[in-house]
């Protein structure tokens, strides 16, 4: 079955050290998101790319990197810089174009970051 | 910009009770708009979507309907399960994009007790 795949589930991180998330879809799509989701701030962008090679900031992207090397994988990683990295982060994917004008995210499950 | 406002949680019911989750919209043009449920440890799965004003989406019971001059997506459902209980989330695409970049309102946690 199609889908996103989110690793790992859950990790730990001491301060000052860089931990890196990991997304792959075998959806075929083109565009990648990466969600940061706090309790009651809903979703916050973090990241998002449309296609290989090529990403652009959301709100919130100081203290993160991405790369889009390949279609299908979209790695997030949460640096040093970032002040209060603990949260659940959230991939999503969606096709690059769409003529509906409801082109829809799919989800992975998420990666649950805690900062010891 | 664009933003979305649900109503404050935690909304908790009864099962068979009747459910409104109020969604507004701030946003140029005219967006697409959707709902998404989270149910506990997982990601988020669209619920139903509307496209166009007065559109109305619908699914496993519950149903939305796209009101331009309210500026409003509220969600409904007639009668709530105990299975219903999750986040329910309303969004937004900005119109004229060709991506799925979505702009999400703060949550809304749905208890149903049986």
């Known amino acids: 079955d199609g889908g996103i795949t989110q690793s790992p589930k859950y990790l730990f991180r001491k301060e000052g050290q860089n931990v890196t998330l990991s997304c792959e879809q075998n959806?075929?799509?083109?565009?990648m998101y990466w969600y940061r989701q706090d309790p009651g701030q809903g979703l916050r962008l973090i990241y998002y790319?449309?296609?290989?090679?090529?990403?652009q900031k959301g709100d919130i992207a100081e203290g993160y990197s991405v790369s889009r090397e390949k279609k299908e994988s979209f790695p997030l990683t949460v640096t040093s810089a970032q002040k209060n990295p603990t949260a659940f982060y959230l991939c999503?994917?969606?096709?690059?174009?769409?003529?509906?004008?409801?082109?829809?995210?799919?989800f992975g499950a998420g990666s649950r970051l805690t900062v010891l | 910009g664009d933003s979305v406002t649900q109503m404050e949680g935690p909304v908790t019911l009864s099962e068979e009770a009747f459910l409104t989750i109020n969604c507004t919209y701030t946003?140029?043009?005219?967006?697409?708009l959707f709902w998404y449920v989270q149910y506990p440890g997982e990601g988020l799965q669209l619920l139903l979507k509307?496209?166009?004003?007065?559109d109305k989406g619908s699914n496993k019971g519950f149903e939305a309907t796209y009101r331009k001059e309210t500026t409003s997506f509220h969600l409904e459902k007639g009668s709530v399960q105990v299975s219903d209980s999750a986040v329910y989330f309303c969004?937004?695409?900005?119109?004229?994009?060709?991506?799925?970049?979505?702009?999400f309102g703060q949550g809304t946690i749905l208890t149903v007790h049986p």
């Open positions: 509307a496209t166009k004003a007065d």
């Open positions: 969004a937004l695409r900005a119109g004229g994009t060709s991506y799925g970049k979505l702009t």
């Open positions: 959806l075929n799509h083109d565009a």
């Open positions: 946003a140029t043009g005219y967006p697409s």
């Open positions: 790319s449309q296609i290989v090679n090529d990403f």
């Open positions: 999503a994917s969606s096709r690059g174009t769409d003529t509906s004008g409801a082109n829809v995210l799919t």
